[in-house]
């Protein structure tokens, strides 16, 4: 049986209307589940790191060991790029770190509402806790964690989110670590004192005389 044409057409439009209403709904649907998905990880993380637990970092593409020495809960925090520096040295820092440069006046606290993106502030870092200018481009507010990276030839403690953490290192595979370090370590001792076997000595005077 064949439906008349002004039928068709109002069921046509009437499909086309619920599929726009329902469309969106959906589509929030999704991301509410996507999101809870996330937190769920993200919970699932925090719950299973602690202080002293080793981990694999992604820091420039590259991943990186690196302990835990210190875990933030909920840190405001604004992820900087240095001035006359590369991307390798970008970093979370907590807001209390941040300095006004002195061209604004004092070096002061910076308060929490003023830290936004592009903003230029002063931070301190190394040994000797010297300024560098830098630029914000984001902020966050979630848990943060303190780790040391170990990149071989040098050591940096350095704040990173949940989602720089790759994988958890096992006790294991810790302990296989450390042992092929401290292998690494004498074999360049051992290198090291033959060279020094080898190198032909000077003479303070002439020999016979």
């Known amino acids: 049986m064949m439906f008349p044409r002004k039928v068709a057409v ?5 499909t086309l209307i619920w ?3 329902i469309s969106p709904f959906a589509t ?5 589940f996507q999101v809870s998905v996330k937190v769920k990880r993200e919970k ?10 080793h981990i694999h970092a992604r820091i420039e593409g590259k991943r990186i060991p690196a302990e835990i020495i210190q875990i933030d809960p909920d840190q405001h925090s604004a992820y900087l790029s240095y001035e006359d520096y590369p991307s390798l040295y970008d970093e979370y ?11 604004y006046g004092d070096a002061s606290e910076i308060p ?23 630029v914000v ?15 071989g030839r040098c050591v940096i403690d350095r704040w990173i989110a949940a989602s720089f953490i790759l994988d958890k290192i096992s006790a294991v595979e810790q302990e296989k670590y450390e042992s092929e370090i401290e292998s690494y370590k004498k074999l360049k001792e ?15 005077g002439n020999e016979g005389v």
């Not at 109002?10 to 009437?14: A, I, K, P, R």
């Not at 993106?117 to 000797?128: C, D, F, Y």
């Open 44 to 53: 699932k993380t925090i719950m299973e790191l602690a202080v002293g637990d």
């Open 137 to 151: 481009q984001f902020t966050t507010c979630e848990n943060m964690y303190k780790v040391r990276l170990d990149f």
């Open 28 to 32: 929030h649907l999704r991301n509410m």
């Open 190 to 204: 051992v290198r090291r004192e033959i060279e020094d076997a080898l190198e032909p000595k000077q003479n303070s």
């Open 19 to 21: 599929t726009r209403r």
């Open 93 to 103: 820092q907590p807001y209390e770190q941040l300095r006004k440069p002195l061209s």
């Open 10 to 14: 109002l069921l046509w439009h009437t």
């Open 112 to 134: 929490h509402e003023e830290v936004k993106p592009g903003l230029v502030v002063l931070n301190r870092w190394g040994e000797k806790r010297e300024e560098y200018r830098a």
